[in-house]
């Protein structure tokens, strides 16, 4: 049996160190209060470097910040941002069904960011029921450069995975979070702070730490179908 063939059949009963990660990760949203080593931030970072990108353009800055003050501050303002969204335009409350049709028009000018799912979210935000960095010691913030090529965003996308799951090989946990994307949207403060201006535009951030538990596990996927077009024939796999 050639190499190839050898591998390909060890394949069928195990999976890869890279599929296990990939796998096995999830988002941790508990984390011990114990600092993860600079190394090790350094080599996630590594793995953030290292993403392909179109026409390697590289759109992206990375933000480290281990500093308690500044997780919180952003973390003040993000709740503050997500209780105002909250008082402006959650009609389900009680007595406020008026403000259904300023939601309406919200949801028209703004409908991925009001969707239901992140909209449920910034309510549990505002109330205090969901953490933003979940206690996470290191979050790194992903802005990206709009000048990229093509679709930064997505670059930024593939980085960010890279240093996730980086994250993870090493037993650490991460839970992206996105929605300290309000604090960089509406109040110029850490813009400045962070000294955030054009061509730079945030895109992501991650919370990294050391987990509580094993939160790690398969979880649910829908399963989308899947064309497959091959021997002047297509079939559909799920
Ligand atoms: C771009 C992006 C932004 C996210 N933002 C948040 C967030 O702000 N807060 C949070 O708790 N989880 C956030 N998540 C985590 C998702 O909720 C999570 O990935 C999804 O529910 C699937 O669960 P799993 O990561 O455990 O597989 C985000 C995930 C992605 C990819």
Request: overall charge positive.
């Amino acid at each position: 049996m050639g190499k190839q063939e050898q591998l390909a059949e060890s394949l069928k009963t195990e999976w890869t160190p890279t599929e296990e990660t990939i796998l096995k990760r999830r988002s941790v949203r508990m984390y011990t209060k114990e600092q993860v080593p600079e190394f090790m931030i350094n080599r996630i970072l590594e793995a953030g470097r290292f993403a392909p990108s179109a026409g390697n353009s590289q759109p992206w800055k990375f933000i480290v910040i281990r500093e308690p003050e500044i997780i919180k501050g952003l973390t003040d303002t993000t709740v503050k941002i997500c209780k105002l969204f909250k008082s402006l335009i959650d009609y389900r409350r009680p007595g406020r069904r008026w403000l259904l049709p300023i939601a309406k028009f919200n949801i028209k000018v703004k409908p991925k960011d009001l969707h239901p799912v992140p909209f449920g979210a910034c309510t549990l935000i505002a109330d205090g029921k969901l953490g933003l960095f979940h206690g996470a010691p290191t979050v790194i913030l992903i802005f990206k450069d709009v000048r990229g090529v093509s679709n930064p965003d997505l670059d930024c996308g593939i980085a960010g995975q890279n240093m996730v799951l980086a994250a993870h090989s090493m037993g650490l946990g991460t839970c992206w979070v996105g929605f300290v994307k309000l604090a960089f949207q509406y109040v110029l403060k850490w813009k400045q702070f962070f000294g955030i201006s054009y061509p730079y535009k945030f895109a992501s951030s991650i919370a990294i730490g050391w987990p509580v538990g094993e939160p790690d596990g398969m979880v649910k996927r829908a399963t989308h179908a899947v064309d497959w077009y091959e021997n002047d024939s297509k079939k559909t796999i799920y």
